[in-house]
């Protein structure tokens, strides 16, 4: 069956319906990853958008369940160039075509993805819709596109209620803005007991369970919209434990101290990022998936000053907040499926808390 992506620039790619055949309306964003589609339709950072995946073909190691990143997938489209028709791999339990009907996920493949990244790099990223109907009313369709926002998409994303991962060390808790599993399990792994909060969660309950550490976690959205969240960040701040953030997470502590964000032209995607460590001036690739940044230029230093930028556009990539126990990353350390440059950040966490050494090897 026919498919089309229609953007709010009124460019319209012809292709062939995947997955769900019901119409969608989504930011549309590109991943640079030649692997781990499953862990990308799994992170819950992509919810409110559509995913174009640059590599060619998808699909063709198939679904493997364990490899996944929450308990479903969160875009609300899926863009490839060729949808692999065999998956030939010996963890294999499933095809992306199946998966993405079992949840209602709506795709198309065959268009030019090449053209499509392009297209958005120029003009910077874009709304669009999905859809298997013929385009008519072009100007109904650019309306209802160029009014479309994700919204606050962390409420959609967020843990329920509270919950305990066993282990027998220090105590973090994470607060879950839509959290990777492996940000937890890389703690769980390295012997941490994790509490997983709920966004919304006040401060004062999480003080109350006296963890050794607070781990701020990755997710959609803009962050100037989880005001009531930021607030609650800020009370954390001016506590003495200390805190590790991640992407969303790094954002929102930032933007609790009087830092500011802005949504870049289309962002960072994929899983070959590099990144320099302003102190050692090592150089890391990473996994990055994210829209906004923290702007720097008006940091105040009494605050925070820049650890990591972006070596290909000069970014910030993390914060070292003055006089406290507190770092913060853009990237995703806990990078699955990788690279694995940067997962020493978390033994980095560990002996903030208290660790005398380097806890067990990462693992992962």
């Known amino acids: 069956m026919k498919a089309f992506l229609i953007l709010e620039d009124g460019h319209v790619f012809e292709g062939i319906s995947i997955g769900s055949q019901r119409e969608t309306v989504s930011e549309i964003v590109f991943n640079t990853s030649m692997t781990g589609y499953l862990e990308v339709l799994t992170d819950p950072s992509y919810a409110g958008q559509a995913v174009v995946m640059t590599y060619p073909l998808i699909g063709n190691y198939g679904i493997c369940f364990h490899d996944m990143e929450s308990e479903r997938p969160w875009p609300d489209g899926f863009i490839v160039r060729e949808l692999s028709r065999m998956a030939s791999n010996f963890r294999c339990e499933g095809t992306i075509q199946n998966f993405l009907e079992k949840h209602d996920i709506p795709g198309i493949a065959g268009i030019d993805t090449r053209a499509l990244t392009k297209r958005l790099r120029e003009k910077g990223t874009m709304n669009g819709m999905i859809t298997t109907k013929e385009p008519c009313s072009m100007d109904e369709i650019i309306a209802k596109l160029k009014s479309y926002s994700v919204g606050n998409a962390v409420d959609r994303v967020t843990c329920k209620q509270k919950k305990v991962l066993d282990g027998g060390g220090f105590h973090v808790a994470l607060l879950d803005f839509g959290a990777k599993d492996h940000i937890a399990e890389s703690l769980t792994k390295r012997g941490c007991r994790v509490t997983v909060y709920p966004a919304r969660t006040k401060a004062e309950e999480i003080l109350a369970d006296a963890p050794d ?126 690279p694995r440059d940067s997962a020493f950040l978390f033994d980095r966490f560990i002996q903030m808390m208290g660790g005398d050494r380097l806890c067990q090897k990462d693992q992962i």
């Open 213 to 338: 550490g607070i781990m701020l976690s990755n997710g959609p959205g803009d962050p100037k919209s989880c005001t009531e969240i930021i607030a609650e960040l800020k009370k954390l701040y001016e506590t003495d434990i200390p805190i590790f953030a991640i992407c969303l997470g790094h954002q929102l502590l930032a933007l609790a101290n009087g830092a500011d964000t802005y949504k870049m032209k289309y962002g960072h995607r994929g899983g070959n990022h590099p990144v320099k460590d302003l102190e050692t001036g090592k150089v890391y690739i990473s996994s990055q998936n994210h829209g906004y940044v923290v702007d720097t230029d008006h940091l105040d230093e009494k605050i925070a000053v820049p650890a990591f930028i972006n070596v290909n556009d000069g970014t910030n990539e993390g914060l070292k907040y003055t006089g406290k126990q507190i770092f913060t990353v853009q990237f995703h350390p806990e990078a699955c499926p990788g």
